[in-house]
Nanobody, 125 residues
Framework: VQLQASGGGLVQAGGSLRLSCAASGGTLSRYNMGWFRQAPGKEREFVAAIRWSGGSTDPADSVKGRFTISRSNAKNTVYLQMNSLKPEDTAVYYC???????????????????WGQGTLVTVSS
């Protein structure tokens, strides 16, 4: 499975972006999917996840109420809608696929088998 993340860019605080994660070599509707991010000088952290069945997990507290994960099975793509962006959201955002459909590990990097290359989001104040 190959994942291609896109949609990052430079946006002012309070603005919105939608990230996309397109897959090849696999069917995303069969997998749990997640978004993580890594800010400069920090470890990669969980942002949001969606189960193969369509239900989403609670997003990270830092993005709750602002970010929404969704999927289009027809387009074999997962999205991360990011609203009310803050400078502290600046990071490289990664999508990941859990093809084994593990239980209880969606918030952890080890719960995923495949990773995209990342897309940079920069939020200016």
């Amino acid at each position: 499975v190959q994942l291609q993340a896109s949609g990052g860019g430079l946006v002012q605080a309070g603005g919105s972006l939608r990230l996309s994660c397109a897959a090849s070599g696999g069917t995303l509707s069969r997998y749990n999917m997640g978004w993580f991010r890594q800010a400069p000088g920090k470890e990669r952290e969980f942002v949001a996840a969606i189960r193969w069945s369509g239900g989403s997990t609670d997003p990270a507290d830092s993005v709750k109420g602002r970010f929404t994960i969704s999927r289009s099975n027809a387009k074999n793509t997962v999205y991360l809608q990011m609203n009310s962006l803050k400078p502290e959201d600046t990071a490289v955002y990664y999508c990941a696929a859990d093809v084994s459909r593990r239980v209880g590990v969606l918030r952890f990097e080890y719960g995923y088998d495949y990773w995209g290359q990342g897309t940079l989001v920069t939020v200016s104040s």
